[in-house]
T-cell receptor, first 114, second 111 residues
């Protein structure tokens, strides 16, 4: 069964450094998402992306965050200058169509900011 | 705004049925989802139900939706130790693409 893959599985970064989290969505999917889960808290929506632009974003997704689809397969989340509170599990998801189609998630990247 | 609540913990014995409950606040939600998260793994889609349905069954899983009470439940029949995981309820509100997740219910199945 096709799946969403994320790399790396664990990223450790010094505060203030830039970090890029990578995702390969399911190949025929068109809608892409990032979520995060701070330890012990709910899974929170960050951003959705379609047709090479952001279609929806949350209050969490401020100017420190950006997303990109640099080629036909990868979807990346960049955090420009990491803060301690960015430590979380980051999940990528994709769907084949808008809205009602279920989102399929990757295994996540655990980001630890020191 | 949207909010989804779940009980935090459920413990059952192997072979029993498990019922995980979820309440949501947005009555216009169209789809409601159940995801499973095993230790160190991602969110695995288990099943989902459209808001014009009351029940959906998929092998050992039964989803019940009470729209009047905004209550969703997931019943796992003949629960196995491999079902031990965290189960998340999520809703999608029309006009938005995001999923709103509950806190997750940790299911522990003992032999």
């Amino acid at each position: 069964e096709p799946e969403v893959t994320q790399t790396p599985s664990h990223q450790v970064t010094q505060m203030g450094q830039e970090v890029i989290l990578r995702c390969v969505p399911i190949s025929n999917h068109l809608y892409f998402y990032w979520y995060r889960q701070i330890l012990g808290q709910k899974v929170e929506f960050l951003v959705s992306f379609y047709n090479n632009e952001i279609s929806e974003k949350s209050e969490i997704f401020d100017d420190q965050f950006s997303v990109e689809r640099p080629d036909g397969s990868n979807f990346t989340l960049k955090i420009r200058s990491t803060k301690l509170e960015d430590s979380a599990m980051y999940f990528c998801a994709s769907t084949g169509g808008p809205g009602d189609q279920p989102q399929h998630f990757g295994d996540g990247t655990r980001l630890s900011i020191l | 705004g949207e909010d989804v609540e779940q009980s935090l913990f459920l413990s059952v014995r192997e072979g029993d049925s498990s019922v995980i409950n979820c309440t949501y606040t947005d009555s216009s939600s169209t789809y409601l989802y159940w995801y499973k998260q095993e230790p160190g793994a991602g969110l695995q889609l288990l099943t989902y139900i459209f808001s014009n349905m009351d029940m959906k069954q998929d092998q050992r899983l039964t989803v019940l939706l009470n729209k009047k009470d905004k209550h969703l439940s997931l019943r796992i029949a003949d629960t196995q130790t491999g079902d031990s995981a965290i189960y998340f309820c999520a809703e999608r509100v029309p006009g938005f693409q995001k999923l709103v997740f509950g806190t997750g219910t940790r299911l522990l199945v003992s032999p």
